[in-house]
């Protein structure tokens, strides 16, 4: 008679495409999640680069650093820098005519003057440790200790990126 000819996939061939899935899932949920996250430090880093770039062209017209204290202050656009010029009336066109703001409510951008024997740091709070190249509390001091990421979450909400000038 007739073979009958069936089509379809077998319920092991159907377990074991899910289970692989479920594995690349597993594997790649860690990336795609901290991705907004990284995207916020990447525009961090980016921001410190031109807060700095902006400080080194103000001191080559001769002026000098702004001072602050030992704990520096955080830079905002109507940061009094000089008299009544602020940082926003300073520098918005070394910025490209916006302020940099932080991308996240509760970072932080910040300047010292000096800054442990150097003629400033600026400082930004990083979301993930692979942005970091500083623990937020020894920038202050002057020194660089590069973040750790086994000290628990103490550590985590201190993780910075610094750029110190000379």
């Known amino acids: 008679m007739f073979k009958r000819i069936v089509k379809g996939f077998t319920l092991i061939e159907l377990l074991i495409v899910i289970a692989i899935i479920g594995i690349l899932a597993v594997a790649f949920l860690p990336s795609v999640l901290n991705a907004p996250a990284k995207g916020r430090d990447a525009a961090r880093i980016a921001a410190v680069q031109k807060i700095q770039s ?34 926003s009336t300073q520098f918005l066109t070394d910025f490209g005519g916006s302020f940099p703001v932080d991308p996240q409510e509760g970072k932080f951008y910040k300047y010292v003057s000096p800054a ?8 930004a709070g990083m979301e993930t440790f692979s942005a970091a190249n500083a623990v937020c509390a020894d920038v202050l001091s002057g020194k660089i200790t590069p973040p750790s990421d086994g000290d628990g979450d103490v550590v985590k909400k201190t993780w910075c990126y610094a750029v110190l000038a000379e």
Do not use: R
């Open 54 to 87: 902006a400080l080194l062209n103000y001191n080559l017209e001769g002026k000098a650093y702004p001072a602050t204290d030992a704990a520096g202050v955080d830079i905002e656009p109507n940061l009094v820098i000089e008299g009544d010029v602020t940082w």
């Open 116 to 123: 442990g024997g150097y003629s400033f740091a600026v400082i």
